[in-house]
């Protein structure tokens, strides 16, 4: 059984930082592309982020900008983001997912998605 488990969100201040985690199991972690996806109410899911198997070539959303850092353990089936000088328009949960490449992962369509973890940063 797949399973993608999202942690590490809660409420910030803007300016401040979260650590998410996505912990695997199910499937062959460390052949699979993984990235975020995130979901502000009223909104559609959009990408933010994307890493290959082996954790050398990551892919950011332009509003990223530099402020988050993505990356993985393969040794712990687990892939990371790290947010950094949130923004109260950051405030959304957030989506793992896994896919057969990282064209996959980000258009979003096939693979696997976790349940999500909720951000919120205030002003």
């Known amino acids: 059984q797949v399973e993608l488990v999202e942690s590490g969100g809660g409420s910030v201040q803007a300016g401040g930082s979260l650590k998410l985690s996505c912990e695997t199991s199910?499937?062959?972690?460390?052949?699979?592309?993984m990235g975020w996806f995130r979901q502000a109410p009223g909104q559609e899911r959009e990408f933010v982020a994307s890493i290959n198997w082996d954790g050398d070539y990551t892919v950011y959303a332009d509003f990223v900008e530099g402020r988050f850092t993505l990356s993985r353990d393969n040794a712990k089936n687990t892939v990371y983001l790290q947010m950094n000088s949130l923004k109260p328009e950051d405030s959304a949960v957030y989506y793992c997912?896994?896919?057969?490449?990282?064209?996959?992962?980000?258009?979003?369509?096939?693979?696997?998605w976790g349940r999500g973890t909720q951000v919120t940063v205030s002003s």
């Open positions: 199910g499937f062959t972690f460390g052949s699979y592309a």
């Open positions: 997912r896994a896919g057969v490449g990282t064209r996959e992962v980000r258009r979003g369509q096939g693979g696997y």
